[in-house]
């Protein structure tokens, strides 16, 4: 048995190429995520219950209040009320969504609780 070394060429040692190349990534800019992150999701008992009592609400007033819901977030807050003119929104920061709606009158005689931040809105 020979145990000397041998050198084999550079061509007969070809391996396959196992880096695949990267996908092109979609290009979305750091505003566009910020927007996505701050949009809330309504439940369907919130849903359910803005369209029992009439409580519309506009894209841009949404907007703010996502915007007020993310900063209470970065200040630890995991549940908020939400005091708009016309309604009141009991909102999970953590999940960045509305829970349940309520109008103005009807929220005035009542007791909140599990909740550890509030937002008040000016519409």
Avoid: C, Y
Avoid at 32 to 59: C, F, P, Q, T
């Amino acid at each position: 048995m020979d145990h000397r070394i041998h050198q084999t060429p550079a061509h007969a040692l070809q391996f396959p190429n196992t880096v695949k190349p990267k996908k092109p990534q979609s290009q979305i800019s750091f505003h566009e995520v910020l927007k996505e992150e701050s949009k809330l999701k309504i439940s369907k008992h919130a849903s359910e219950r803005m369209k029992e009592r009439n409580i519309e609400i506009n894209e841009g007033l949404w907007q703010i209040i996502g915007e007020k819901v993310q900063d209470a977030r970065k200040k630890g807050v995991t549940d908020s009320l939400v005091v708009l003119d016309q309604a009141a929104l009991l909102v999970s920061a953590k999940n960045n969504t509305v829970v349940t709606a309520m109008d103005r009158s009807e929220s005035i005689n009542r007791v909140f609780t599990n909740i550890n931040g509030t937002i008040l809105i000016n519409e």
